[in-house]
Protein backbone atom coordinates (compact mmCIF):
# COMPACT_ATOMS: atom_id res chain seq x y z
CA UNK A 1 0.00 0.00 0.00
CA UNK A 2 1.21 3.51 -0.65
CA UNK A 3 3.13 4.91 2.49
CA UNK A 4 0.85 8.50 1.92
CA UNK A 5 -2.29 6.36 2.10
CA UNK A 6 -0.80 4.45 5.03
CA UNK A 7 0.02 7.45 6.71
CA UNK A 8 -2.98 9.33 6.15
CA UNK A 9 -5.34 5.93 7.28
CA UNK A 10 -2.89 6.01 10.59
CA UNK A 11 -3.75 10.29 11.16
CA UNK A 12 -7.71 8.82 10.83
CA UNK A 13 -7.64 6.09 13.15
CA UNK A 14 -5.52 8.07 16.07
CA UNK A 15 -8.09 11.08 15.44
CA UNK A 16 -11.20 8.78 15.70
CA UNK A 17 -9.23 7.27 18.99
CA UNK A 18 -8.34 10.30 20.48
CA UNK A 19 -12.52 11.09 20.09
CA UNK A 20 -13.67 8.32 22.06
CA UNK A 21 -11.33 8.64 24.67
CA UNK A 22 -12.68 11.88 25.09
CA UNK A 23 -15.95 10.63 24.51
CA UNK A 24 -15.53 7.62 27.33
CA UNK A 25 -16.59 10.37 30.16
CA UNK A 26 -19.67 11.57 28.79
CA UNK A 27 -22.54 9.75 30.32
CA UNK A 28 -23.83 6.81 28.35
CA UNK A 29 -21.71 7.62 24.73
CA UNK A 30 -18.99 7.04 27.21
CA UNK A 31 -20.13 3.39 27.54
CA UNK A 32 -20.97 3.00 23.93
CA UNK A 33 -17.39 3.98 23.62
CA UNK A 34 -15.99 1.74 25.93
CA UNK A 35 -17.42 -1.22 24.10
CA UNK A 36 -16.16 0.05 20.69
CA UNK A 37 -12.59 0.02 22.55
CA UNK A 38 -13.45 -3.40 24.06
CA UNK A 39 -14.30 -4.69 20.17
CA UNK A 40 -11.25 -3.64 18.91
CA UNK A 41 -8.99 -5.38 21.57
CA UNK A 42 -8.70 -2.10 23.67
CA UNK A 43 -9.65 -2.34 27.75
CA UNK A 44 -9.67 1.08 29.10
CA UNK A 45 -11.51 1.14 32.16
CA UNK A 46 -14.22 3.63 32.55
CA UNK A 47 -12.88 5.45 35.80
CA UNK A 48 -9.14 5.54 34.20
CA UNK A 49 -7.74 9.06 33.73
CA UNK A 50 -6.24 9.28 30.29
CA UNK A 51 -3.84 12.23 29.75
CA UNK A 52 -2.55 14.00 26.76
CA UNK A 53 -0.17 11.93 23.84
CA UNK A 54 -1.07 8.67 24.71
CA UNK A 55 -0.33 6.26 22.80
CA UNK A 56 -2.15 2.47 21.89
CA UNK A 57 0.87 0.49 20.93
CA UNK A 58 -0.95 -2.48 19.77
CA UNK A 59 -4.89 -3.41 18.95
CA UNK A 60 -4.62 -6.65 21.19
CA UNK A 61 -4.24 -7.74 25.04
CA UNK A 62 -1.57 -8.37 26.45
Do not use: C, D, T
Not at 13 to 24: F, K, N
Not at 34 to 49: C, D, L, M
Amino acid sequence: MNQKIVNLLERIIGAIISILIILRRVPIIGVVAYFIFKFIGVEIPISARIGKNVKLVHWANG
